[in-house]
């Protein structure tokens, strides 16, 4: 059974880090891309970060480099690292199957999500 579950998400300030964690287990992690992806309060999915196999990373543009994905793959696990942070950054943030920047198709299975909230 595959599986991905997310940790690490909590309320932080503007201006601050977090890094989120995602568990995967039931397929070979090494041999698979990876996404992030987040959901803001009544707005749709938006992809964040994606990781190949050979670790090469995606962004989209409007990230501008305050968030870093990266994988370890000893442990199965992919991470979010994000800095900087704006209170419209507040979304539930979901680690996904496969690089899905132009089709949610691309992502076969999803986690649980984890709740990140940006405030003062």
């Known amino acids: 059974e595959v599986q991905l579950v997310e940790s690490g998400g909590g309320l932080v300030q503007p201006g601050g880090s977090l890094r989120l964690s995602c568990t995967a287990s039931?397929?070979?992690?090494?041999?698979?891309?990876m996404s992030w992806v987040r959901q803001a309060p009544g707005k749709g999915l938006e992809w964040v970060s994606g990781i190949y196999s050979d670790g090469n990373t995606y962004y989209p543009d409007f990230m501008k480099g305050r968030f870093t994905i990266s994988r370890d793959n000893a442990k199965n696990t992919v991470y979010l690292q994000m800095n900087s942070l704006e209170p419209e950054d507040t979304a539930v943030y979901y680690c996904?199957?496969?690089?899905?920047?132009?089709?949610?198709?691309?992502?076969?299975?999803w986690g649980q999500g984890t709740q990140v909230t940006v405030s003062s």
């Open positions: 996904a199957r496969g690089v899905c920047d132009t089709t949610w198709y691309s992502c076969d299975y």
């Open positions: 039931g397929f070979t992690f090494s041999r698979s891309a």
